[in-house]
């Protein structure tokens, strides 16, 4: 998305080849003063784009840290992952961009994360956070 000088506001790649007949968001970024809904417009035409080559599908995604420790009884460091979701955005929006992909009403699928126990949680964390910072979309 080009502004009316002609210099990029908002950009999104598409990924084609993670599942058959599926594209995919890989990377989004806006300007901080981009007019209010440029995203918005964009993934409209992303999945617009997508339908008009025929994938049968638009993948926006995973929610890191959605949907964890939300219960009192789940355990100490799961609650402590869902404290970073609702509350860690200075580097990273993991709630907003949640909420920017459930406005399109995408079928949320569970991903599970696999750790040889709770105290190599924390260096897996920062690892997939700095994998998802350098790779993953955030608005």
């Known amino acids: 998305m080009h502004d009316g000088e002609g210099f990029i506001d908002a950009f999104a790649n598409a990924v084609t080849e993670f599942q058959t007949n599926e594209a995919a968001v890989d990377l989004m970024r806006h300007r901080s003063y981009s007019e209010k809904g440029i995203m918005d ?3 409209v035409s992303l999945f617009l784009w997508a339908k008009e080559k025929g994938f049968a599908s638009f993948n ?3 929610s890191t ?3 964890i420790g939300e219960k009192p009884e ?3 460091l799961e609650r402590t992952m869902r404290f970073i979701y609702e509350n860690v955005n200075r580097f990273y929006n993991f ?3 949640h909420s920017f992909k459930e406005k399109f009403h995408p079928t949320w699928s569970p991903r599970y994360l696999v ?3 709770p105290g190599n949680l ?3 964390s920062i690892a997939l956070l700095r994998a998802n910072f350098r790779n993953s979309s955030a608005e």
């Open 122 to 124: 924390p260096a897996v």
């Open 65 to 67: 840290f959605s949907g």
């Open 41 to 43: 417009f964009l993934f």
């Open 115 to 117: 750790y040889p126990g």
């Open 60 to 62: 926006l995604g995973l």
């Open 95 to 97: 709630k907003g961009l």
């Open 74 to 76: 789940d355990p100490a």
